[in-house]
């Protein structure tokens, strides 16, 4: 049920807090108050579109608050699924709308508008003139006896919903059937081209990380050892600097006992030999230790080019060449097999039809002895509505093919006249008469329909006299079994109210602003007169104001 709802900052209205009850909640107010803000505000919360138009002048952003209490456990147990906590049952919906920008959040959690949509089917239902007008969509027909069938359906509907889906998969399959020989034959000798060349690679999973890693060092291996190999041969070959440095010693050595101040320039060149000579040595012993096989460098570079030429044409990584090979296989087994595969795939839907076909009858079976009862319970919510003399049918064809929903087609039929044939119901219903028969569907479905509130705006179109105290009776009868948020222009279905609320339009500081406030009997029965005598209330208004209440048992 529906507790509360707090409006701040949305179009006309500044902030409003609605508490509803149980049973029928109506709304009234005069033409141009903001009735449809009301209601409106409801489906943003539930995540109608909302722009940044929404927001009222000079305020940074709008709120909606819905604050539901749930007592169904089948509910609970739903919301329990979606991971919405609601152990006390309490089940808020927040959306915040700032700058085109919206923030929906459901008991401190933040929601997709998809999500949020989800857990609101399981917690109200709202119906406007765009919903009566579906009732002229033939398509939606089948959904609405599905739902007055229920139980009695549901598993046939999901048996159904499986089989379909394994029958268009092995049609898909058959599909692939119809290329002619020619067109077999290279695609046969591509695939099995492509698979050579991954078998032949021999691929090990990992590998290519391995081999990227040794090959990064190899080549800064093989960048050292020519570095040494250059630096080893200045210093150390016939014409390197150890072989000058020795020459130019044995030099000063045959003429350093003639001049004393030359054995210090002896003993330094003496000194540059060794030095020379330990530095060749080292860089010797350095290149010995060097490990670098260039026929393994050579090894890597093109195993590693292999590898990379194959995840260019199949994936990123080893896994998904892998992958590709065991899906070419699979299509060479088939073409190769062609015409053994196609025959298995022929059994295969042979034995897929027989099964959907046979569910699909059951399901059908099932929905047109359902359809007997609707028919029955929907003419009579319609008699209770005023239609003279009514006759409602549900009108069943075949399909060309089967769908996720089974075979079946279904379409309302219906005559509202004596003596005429029943026609189908999107070519005849006026405005007024659809949605006169869609509170007849809900009334019959209210019984099997375990969402708690029901919102019903513009219900009293096309409507008057009569008719509108039936169409009162029927909402009353609905709100025993349901919550019952309405707004309405007629005296004869508010008179039935148990909670009666007043939309009201005010100028305050040049601003314009909708308000709403619960009425107390007395104001309940003025705001009735002012319905029924216009701006002047009588005293003859306000006898007949009560008179309303006392016959719908509100006095």
């Known amino acids: 049920m529906l507790l509360n709802v707090h409006v701040k900052d949305l179009a006309l209205i500044e902030d409003v807090d609605i508490c509803f009850g149980d049973g029928l909640n109506i ?13 409106g505000s409801i489906g943003v919360a539930l995540g109608a579109k909302a722009g940044k138009d929404l927001i009222r002048q000079g305020a940074e952003y709008a709120l909606v608050e819905l604050v539901f209490q749930v007592e169904s456990k089948e509910t609970l147990d739903k919301l329990k699924d979606m991971d919405i906590d609601a152990e006390d049952g309490q089940i808020i919906i927040a959306r915040k709308i700032s700058n085109g920008k919206s923030l929906i959040k459901i008991n401190g959690q933040t929601m997709t508008a998809s999500a949020l949509k989800e857990i ?3 917690l109200i239902d709202v119906h406007g003139q765009r919903d009566y007008e579906t009732l002229v969509h033939t398509e939606k027909h089948l959904d609405i006896l599905d739902a007055f069938a229920s139980d009695s359906v549901l598993g046939l509907k ?5 089989l379909y889906k394994e029958y268009k998969a092995i049609n898909n399959k058959l599909l692939e059937f119809t290329k002619d020989e020619e067109q077999r034959a290279k695609d046969l000798a591509f695939y099995e081209f492509q698979a050579k060349e991954i078998e032949d690679a021999d691929l090990v999973v990992g590998e290519d990380e391995e081999l990227e890693v040794e090959f990064k060092k190899m080549t800064h291996g093989q960048k050292i050892a020519e570095a040494m190999g250059i630096a080893y041969e200045a210093i150390s070959s016939d014409e390197g600097a150890a072989t000058r440095v020795g020459l130019a010693l044995k030099e000063l050595g045959s003429v350093s006992n003639l001049d004393d101040d030359l054995s210090s320039i002896y003993d330094s060149l003496s000194s540059i030999d060794a030095l020379c000579y330990d530095i060749s040595k080292e860089m010797s012993s350095y290149m010995d230790k060097l490990d670098f096989d260039e026929e393994r460098v050579a090894f890597v ?10 995840k260019l044409k199949h994936g990123k990584t080893i896994s998904d060449i892998l992958d590709k090979k065991a899906w070419l296989d699979e299509q060479i087994e088939a073409l190769s097999n062609y015409d053994e595969a196609r025959r ?10 027989q099964q959907l076909e046979e569910v699909c009858s059951e399901l059908s079976n099932k929905r047109k002895k359902a359809a007997l009862s609707l028919e029955k319970e929907i003419t009579k919510a319609l008699v209770d509505l005023n239609f003279l003399e009514v006759k409602f049918k549900a009108d069943f064809t075949r399909a060309k093919d089967y769908t996720a929903k089974g075979f079946d087609v279904m379409e309302f039929m219906i005559s509202t006249n004596p ?20 509170l007849g569907l809900k009334a019959v479905l209210a019984k099997k329909d375990a969402v708690d509130t029901l919102i019903f705006d513009e219900i009293d179109t096309g409507i008057s006299g009569k008719t509108a105290g039936m169409v009162a009776d029927k909402m009353s009868a609905i709100s025993k079994e349901h919550q019952v948020i309405s707004i309405t222009h007629l005296p004869q279905i508010a008179s039935h109210a ?14 314009t602003f909708t308000d709403i406030r619960k009425l107390n009997n007395e104001e309940s029965v003025n705001e009735l007169a002012r319905m029924l005598g216009g701006t002047v209330i009588t005293d003859a208004a306000l006898d007949n104001a009560r008179e309303l209440k006392r016959l719908a048992g509100k006095e």
């Open 344 to 353: 298995k795939l022929e059994k295969d839907m042979e034995k897929a039809l």
């Open 498 to 511: 148990d909670s009666h609320y007043l939309i009201e339009k005010s100028v305050k500081d040049k601003h």
């Open 301 to 310: 570079s093109e195993r590693l080019d292999t590898i990379n030429k194959l």
């Open 27 to 39: 709304l009234t107010g005069e033409t141009g108050a903001g009735k449809s803000i009301i209601i």
């Open 158 to 162: 999901e048996k159904v919903s499986g």
């Open 419 to 438: 003596g005429e044939e029943v026609k189908p119901l999107a070519k005849i219903a006026s405005g007024g008469e659809l949605s006169r028969i869609m």
């Open 120 to 122: 609101a089917s399981l």
